[in-house]
């Protein structure tokens, strides 16, 4: 015969947004998709330099450009290098340039919104119309004043890219703490004392992950086309290094002769922002506390 007592704990026991997130997103096709197509990608940047096929240089000028084959499963470009190749090793660049930048955006926007939020008043005012100036400049030029300035470095491109990508995400924290900051929990931590520093740490930054998670997914399609841009504008990513964005520039100089040069390095840069579309868009559903419990 069952317990009363133990059906009764079974029934008060709750489970965490978290998890129900999970199971939500669990039952979502599509963003498993998108997370199972990027866990591909970074696995295979991951594991290019022992798994490429040829060496990442490695040139046969008498081949030149010639289409896909038993020998180059996606043709070479105009010197004769394997495309399979150069599209793995693209993919590690572009995917760093993804998720470094997007991390830098993510800590500077993450600080500026939650200060901003929490203390309110003539700083949050002052720290806010900064954000609104810079929304009003033109973000691309700066990153190519930056560029031309100091050089086409890729760990410039890291901070200059994640620099003018910082505002949305402080602005979405920002409204975030301004809703949690007079919650119950938050006065009481005040009122025994706490820090205003330890407070943010411990409990205001934790309970806006949600949101931050969400954007984050979205963001990253975002600079992986912005490197592409500045790449096919001459401004990202050079030349022996390569990237997506590059790749595709140099297919476009010669699509009428050699599509496959701007197909196949079109293909894996779409497919890799559809999926990360997809998480986001899951993410967002899973995490939203107003999705009715299953």
């Keep these: 015969m069952e317990n009363p007592h133990s059906a009764t704990l079974t029934q008060e026991q709750g489970s965490s947004l978290w998890r129900d997130g999970w199971i ?140 003018v990508e910082w505002l949305t995400m402080a602005r979405i924290v920002r409204g975030q703490v301004q809703n949690l900051r007079h919650q119950e929990f938050i006065e009481a931590a005040f009122s025994m004392g706490l820090s205003r520093w330890i407070i943010i740490r411990r409990h205001l930054i934790p309970n806006t992950l949600g949101p931050v998670i969400v954007y984050t997914t979205l963001t990253i399609p975002n600079v992986m086309l912005l490197e592409a841009f500045l790449s096919f504008l001459g401004l990202g990513i050079q030349p022996p290094q390569s990237s997506w964005g590059l790749l595709i520039s140099h297919g476009v100089e010669s699509m009428e002769e050699y599509p496959w040069l701007l197909v196949f390095p079109g293909l894996a840069l779409s497919i890799t922002l559809f999926a990360l579309n997809f998480l986001g868009d899951g993410l967002r559903d899973a995490l939203d506390p107003r999705a009715s419990k299953d």
């Design 24 to 163: 939500r997103l669990c039952k979502n096709h599509l963003a498993l998709f998108g997370l199972a197509v990027i866990a591909f990608f970074c696995v295979i940047a991951l594991l290019t330099p022992w798994i490429a096929p040829y060496g990442y240089e490695q040139q046969d000028l008498q081949l030149g450009a010639s289409p896909p084959s038993a020998a180059h499963w996606l043709g070479t470009d105009i010197f004769g290098r394997d495309m399979l190749t150069r599209i793995m090793y693209g993919s590690r660049v572009s995917l760093l340039v993804g998720f470094v930048a997007t991390g830098v955006a993510l800590v500077i926007g993450v600080l500026w919104g939650t200060v901003a939020g929490y203390a309110g008043g003539r700083v949050d005012a002052v720290m806010m119309r900064l954000v609104d100036i810079l929304y009003a400049l033109p973000f691309m030029i700066f990153i190519v004043l930056l560029m031309v300035v100091f050089g086409r470095n890729i760990l410039l491109l890291f901070l200059a890219i994640g620099a």
